[in-house]
T-cell receptor, first 113, second 107 residues
Framework: NAGVTQTPKFQVLKTGQSMTLQCAQD?????MYWYRQDPGMGLRLIYY???????DKGEVPNGYNVSRLNKREFSLRLESAAPSQTSVYFC????????????FGEGSRLTVL | KNEVEQSPQNLTAQEGEFITINCSYS?????LHWLQQHPGGGIVSLFM???GKKKHGRLIATINIQEKHSSLHITASHPRDSAVYIC?????????FGTGTRLQVFP
């Protein structure tokens, strides 16, 4: 089935630990995004990638790194997790050519203790 | 001022009521999206609009490009429509989100 696959769905980390959130889409979309969603804050853009090999900072990039491994995959890495990074993370992909399709992953709930 | 503003922020309704959620934006866009997020759930795209009006079941979305305004209407609302509705605009490859409208429909 076409869509965006995000892993893991849940993760608990201790302060200072590192982890990578994985995202893959099978719709041949060029643009992919990582957002975080905090209560009452709406979706805030962390990083995005307009095409394979390019990445750009969004609204809240500090403490995160990303990698656009290929057209399908866009990963988000927390090098040294902090409690302020406790959030729900969403990956999205967007197709510009032809039909403009916007799809989201199911979300990854991260808790940093 | 946010580039995408939604109103109202919160909305309660009785089952069967007609509901309207509004979205205004201040930038040039290539498309506007309406998204739905159920409590604790994922985000689903309901509509993508670049002009005019679209209808899907009890949901209707309209956009007025000149006035930079879009509305999402729900006819004959039902408790299962309770969710957060998010407006997002796209400018080439950038997406800008509103903060959402929380809708609760009571039986």
């Amino acid at each position: 089935n076409a869509g965006v696959t995000q892993t893991p769905k849940f993760q608990v980390l201790k302060t200072g630990q590192s982890m990578t959130l994985q995202c893959a889409q099978d719709m041949n979309h060029n643009s992919m995004y990582w957002y975080r969603q905090d209560p009452g804050m709406g979706l805030r853009l962390i990083y995005y990638s307009a095409s394979e090999g390019t990445t750009d900072k969004g609204e809240v990039p500090n403490g995160y790194n990303v990698s656009r491994l290929n057209k399908r995959e866009f990963s988000l890495r927390l090098e040294s997790a902090a409690p302020s990074q406790t959030s729900v993370y969403f990956c999205a992909s967007y197709g510009l050519a032809g039909v403009r399709e916007l799809f989201f992953g199911e979300g990854s709930r991260l808790t940093v203790l | 001022k946010n580039e995408v503003e939604q109103s109202p922020q919160n909305l309660t309704a009785q089952e069967g009521e007609f509901i309207t959620i509004n979205c205004s934006y201040s930038v040039g866009i290539s498309a506007l999206h309406w998204l739905q997020q159920h409590p604790g759930g994922g985000i689903v795209s309901l509509f993508m609009l670049s002009s005019g009006k679209k209808k899907h079941g009890r949901l209707i979305a309209t956009i007025n490009i000149q006035e930079k305004h879009s509305s999402l209407h729900i006819t004959a609302s039902h408790p299962r429509d309770s969710a957060v509705y998010i407006c997002a605009v796209s400018r080439t490859d950038k997406l800008i989100f509103g903060t959402g409208t929380r809708l609760q429909v009571f039986p």
